[in-house]
């Protein structure tokens, strides 16, 4: 008697970034409150989430661009037998296509899962302005004109490709395992916040991409209910208001920001 053996790749919805797209709201509030199992990322002061997510998940995804997945890392991924979603905006770094590392990695995804890959975007200038912002935060003073033109053209050194040890230091194990800090003003580069760029070098995998923050800085109701309908998500989950600026620019600072980076 022959028997037919449907065989049904689990679904491996991999939402990457952007930074500043409102990722943490997603990651906390929206995300484990779904049907889909959700494996992170982590955030300290969820302790139900953090029950959940396996501090080897963490990092494996979190090093996507990093480090190519090794036998021990597909062990650990042949472990998962429902549909997940996997959230980390560290994923898509500012040199992720500066080398094969990431794609080789979603290449192995792809034939593990019938993954699905998730862009959250934003205008780039606000988006731009907002991560400068964050990436400067503990240091008020170093927000400047000057130094928002450096962030933009002057190539940071990172770890671990860093070629000076001296200037790396140490992190906890479920982050990078070191940081560099070559420099004080952290690189932006424009080209992971350019959709189409983004679209080329993902053109060979399912990708969707979600506007959910618009020029008002709020929450976009079309958006919210499109992700919701991908990820079997319910929107009451979603805040009104999104506050993810730690600073607030003089609208004479913002229009100088905004010249700049047009």
Do not use: W
């Amino acid at each position: 008697v022959a028997i037919n053996i449907f065989y049904s790749m689990k679904k491996l919805f991999l939402h990457i970034g952007l930074h500043k797209t409102a990722t943490t709201l997603l990651q906390k509030n929206v995300f484990p409150k779904g049907k889909i199992m959700y494996l992170g990322r982590y955030y300290p002061d969820n302790d139900s989430l953090h029950m959940k997510l396996h501090k080897n998940f963490f990092q494996m995804f979190n090093n996507l661009s990093i480090k190519k997945l090794d036998s021990t890392d597909q062990a650990l991924l042949n472990k998962i037998r429902k549909d997940v979603i996997v959230s980390n905006e560290s994923i898509l770094r500012p040199f992720s296509f500066d080398n094969n590392i990431l794609l080789t990695n979603l290449q192995q995804l792809n034939k593990m899962f019938d993954l699905h890959i998730i862009l959250t975007i934003r205008n780039m200038v606000d988006i731009v302005i907002s991560r400068f912002l964050d990436n400067q935060h503990l240091k008020p003073h170093t927000i400047t004109l000057d130094n928002l033109k450096s962030s933009l053209t002057k190539k940071s050194c990172y770890a671990p490709f860093c070629k000076s040890k001296e200037n790396l230091f140490n992190k906890p194990d479920f982050y990078l395992k070191y940081e560099c800090i070559c420099s004080n003003i952290k690189n932006i580069n424009m080209k992971i916040y350019n959709k189409q760029f983004l679209q080329t070098k993902l053109d060979k995998f399912k990708l969707y991409f979600f506007e959910l923050i618009g020029s008002n800085g709020q929450l976009q109701t079309k958006e919210v209910e499109n992700l919701c309908k991908l990820l079997q998500l319910e929107s009451k989950y979603f805040d009104r208001k999104v506050n993810n600026k730690k600073i607030q620019l003089d609208d004479s600072v913002a229009l100088e920001f905004k010249k700049i980076i047009e």
